[in-house]
């Protein structure tokens, strides 16, 4: 008689995603407080609450262990931001974050696709700052300024 997945040894002692994102982010030193959601927009990986600061990852983060990484790396960019006073203007912010995914891609081993596509979005975000903040970012600084608070 076959096992069940529910049943299985090899399923049973596999984490939930739940556990495996806290597991990740406590192996790489990652300080967050965080939790799957399957109720993120799909193809969105994380998402971080700008009141409560809790991070949740949604299935995209899960498609290989250094996006899961990668998105923890980028919320917990978010969350010091949001704890430093720094979470405003979310161009800025965003593009904080995804410098940050970018500066780790080769340590995290992710694709050269992957590394496009956050490269994408980051522009994106990028392109939609004015040309002060350009300014800054191409001089590693992502303050934002007070009346963009």
């Given at each position: 008689?076959?096992?069940?997945?529910?049943t299985?040894?090899?399923?049973?002692?596999?984490?939930?995603?739940?556990?495996?994102?806290?597991?990740?982010?406590?192996?790489?030193?990652?300080?967050?407080?965080?939790?799957?959601?399957?109720?993120?927009?799909?193809?969105?990986?994380?998402?971080?609450?700008?009141?409560?600061?809790?991070?949740e990852?949604?299935?995209?983060?899960?498609?290989?262990?250094?996006?899961?990484?990668?998105?923890?790396?980028?919320?917990?960019?978010?969350?010091?931001?949001?704890?430093?006073?720094?979470?405003?203007?979310?161009?800025?912010?965003?593009?904080?974050?995804?410098?940050?995914?970018?500066?780790?891609?080769?340590?995290?081993?992710?694709?050269?696709?992957?590394?496009?596509?956050?490269?994408?979005?980051?522009?994106?975000?990028?392109?939609?700052?004015?040309?002060?903040?350009k300014?800054?970012?191409?001089?590693?600084?992502?303050?934002?300024?007070?009346?963009?608070?």
């Amino acid at each position: 008689m076959a096992c069940s997945d529910a049943t299985s040894p090899s399923t049973s002692a596999r984490p939930s995603r739940n556990e495996a994102a806290k597991r990740a982010a406590d192996l790489f030193g990652i300080d967050i407080d965080v939790r799957y959601s399957n109720e993120l927009l799909p193809g969105q990986a994380g998402s971080t609450d700008s009141k409560t600061g809790l991070v949740e990852v949604g299935p995209a983060a899960f498609d290989d262990p250094g996006m899961l990484v990668s998105t923890l790396l980028h919320e917990e960019v978010h969350v010091s931001q949001r704890q430093s006073g720094n979470w405003g203007r979310s161009q800025i912010n965003e593009v904080e974050a995804y410098d940050v995914e970018l500066s780790n891609a080769g340590r995290l081993k992710l694709s050269s696709e992957q590394i496009v596509d956050i490269q994408t979005v980051r522009n994106r975000y990028f392109n939609e700052l004015d040309a002060g903040y350009k300014a800054q970012v191409r001089r590693g600084d992502y303050r934002t300024r007070a009346s963009d608070l």
